[in-house]
């Protein structure tokens, strides 16, 4: 018997479904997550705002969770090949795009986390204190704030271009590309 990841594709290709659900998941809580960010930041020093910077730092856990969950799955299932109608530097460009929208997801929480144990507050996870495992730096917690914000535009960048490429296959090429990763009908 084959693994599930070698079984012949399906006549759509279409990506499996928990594949499909982590992708979608992924891009509602991301562009939830940057509005929250940039809204917590505004509101720094009001009161009641550490609810707000908990509220960012626990769906940040679970955001950075599900990123894992997702490239691990996508270690062990590689996808169909794009129809021979994309062009190969469009193939090419596909492939760099995706690895580049893996790193700046694992980067941005990965720094957002970092930043977050050097600080005096930590991490609340859903109002449970975490346990501080690095002690409180306030320059290096800043750092880490800046790349946090920094891989944030970048990936902010990666999305929008993701998103038009997935539009073009999908109103202009029409060449099922974009429904390979949508729900099945």
Same mark, same amino acid.
């Given at each position: 018997?084959?693994?599930?990841?070698?079984?012949?594709?399906?006549?759509?290709?279409?990506?499996?479904? =928990?594949?499909?659900?982590?992708?979608?998941?992924?891009?509602?809580?991301?562009?939830?997550?940057?509005?929250?960010?940039?809204?917590?930041?505004?509101?720094?020093?009001?009161?009641?705002?550490?609810?707000?910077?908990?509220?960012?730092?626990?769906?940040?856990?679970? =955001?950075?969770?599900?990123? =894992?969950?997702?490239?691990?799955?996508?270690?062990?299932?590689?996808?169909?090949?794009?129809?021979?109608?994309?062009?190969?530097?469009?193939?090419?460009?596909?492939?760099?795009?995706?690895?580049?929208?893996?790193?700046?997801?694992?980067?941005?929480?990965?720094?957002?986390?970092?930043?977050? =144990?050097?600080?005096?507050?930590?991490?609340?996870?859903?109002?449970?204190?975490?346990?501080?495992?690095?002690?409180?730096?306030?320059?290096?917690?800043?750092?880490?704030?800046?790349?946090?914000?920094?891989?944030?535009?970048?990936?902010?960048?990666?999305?929008?271009?993701?998103?038009?490429?997935?539009?073009?296959?999908?109103?202009?090429?029409?060449?099922?590309?974009?429904?390979?990763?949508?729900?099945?009908?």
């Amino acid at each position: 018997m084959q693994p599930l990841h070698t079984l012949p594709t399906t006549q759509t290709s279409s990506y499996a479904p =928990l594949a499909v659900v982590l992708h979608w998941t992924l891009a509602v809580l991301i562009i939830g997550m940057i509005p929250l960010g940039w809204y917590m930041m505004e509101i720094e020093d009001d009161p009641g705002s550490a609810w707000f910077f908990n509220l960012h730092k626990s769906i940040g856990l679970v =955001l950075a969770g599900l990123v =894992l969950l997702r490239l691990l799955w996508r270690l062990g299932h590689s996808p169909a090949p794009l129809p021979a109608s994309v062009a190969p530097w469009q193939a090419t460009a596909s492939k760099a795009g995706h690895w580049l929208l893996y790193a700046a997801m694992i980067a941005m929480p990965a720094f957002g986390i970092i930043g977050s =144990l050097l600080t005096e507050r930590g991490i609340v996870f859903f109002g449970i204190p975490l346990p501080s495992v690095l002690q409180a730096n306030h320059d290096l917690a800043e750092l880490f704030f800046e790349a946090h914000s920094v891989t944030t535009w970048i990936l902010i960048g990666l999305v929008t271009v993701h998103a038009l490429a997935g539009l073009k296959h999908l109103l202009i090429d029409k060449d099922g590309v974009f429904q390979r990763m949508w729900f099945s009908r």
